[in-house]
């Protein structure tokens, strides 16, 4: 099993649905947690982080973490064309730096005007 | 505020042969780190670089190599090349020491393709 999945998708919707995206885990020490958007021939951009249970919400973005059945998820409202990319998650038992964390596959999603 | 640069964006190569990579992080960034992208495998932490220092390094076998130079400037390269080491290379530059992620910006990476 691997430290942290991700369903790869494809992913397709209409414009104006509300997204789910999802990535599960098997740490338990898993403390900080990021979402990044990566458009084709592009690099990664953080979109959201989080530290430890709970949500945080940022515009048309909200990232919520369920530490207890180590399940994450990133929630776009009303998805936009400009919103389909790869969504990648990922996580760290330690504070923040790259060689901790343990990125997911991705998820591809294509928003359809 | 120029980004992250990485040079080449594409390249082919054969197997046996090595590749060198270039990376120019944003003016004022000290760190520097690798990754490597795979479908299906997600992003890999390579190594990281601080004031021409290594500091950390991922799995990868000795391979893989890099180094900084004194304007932050990083270089990564791969000897003895092989099919599996066809991926996307991310380079991601952080203002402050220690590679924090939470700080650092991606640039867009150069598709290697081995032949």
């Known amino acids: 099993q691997k430290e942290v999945e991700q369903d790869p998708g494809p992913l397709s919707v209409p414009e104006g649905a509300i997204v789910s995206l999802n990535c599960t885990y098997s740490?338990?020490?898993?403390?900080?947690f990021m979402w990044y958007r990566q458009y084709s021939r592009k690099g990664p951009e953080l979109l959201m982080y989080t530290y430890s249970s709970g949500n945080k919400e940022d515009g048309r973005f909200t990232a919520q973490v369920d530490k207890s059945s180590k399940y994450i998820s990133l929630f776009i409202r009303d998805s936009q064309p400009s919103d389909s990319a790869t969504y990648l998650c990922a996580m760290s038992g330690s504070r923040g730096y790259g060689q901790n964390f343990v990125f997911g596959p991705g998820t591809r999603l294509s928003v359809l005007p | 505020k120029a980004g992250v640069t990485q040079t080449p964006r594409y390249l082919i190569k054969t197997r046996g042969q090595q590749v060198t990579l270039s990376c120019s992080p944003i003016?004022?960034?000290?760190?520097v780190s690798w990754y490597q992208q795979t479908p299906g495998q997600g992003l890999q932490f390579l190594f990281e670089?601080?004031?021409?220092?290594?500091?950390n390094k991922g799995n990868f076998p000795g391979r893989f190599s890099g180094r900084q130079f004194s304007n932050s400037r990083s270089e990564m390269n791969v000897s003895t090349l092989e099919l599996g080491d066809s991926a996307l290379y991310l380079c991601?530059?952080?203002?402050?020491?220690?590679?924090?992620?939470?700080?650092?910006?991606f640039g867009q990476g150069t598709r290697l393709t081995v032949v």
């Open positions: 003016s004022g960034h000290r760190s």
């Open positions: 740490n338990s020490a898993f403390q900080y």
């Open positions: 991601a530059s952080s203002p402050q020491g220690a590679g924090s992620l939470t700080e650092a910006f």
């Open positions: 670089y601080f004031s021409e220092t290594q500091r």
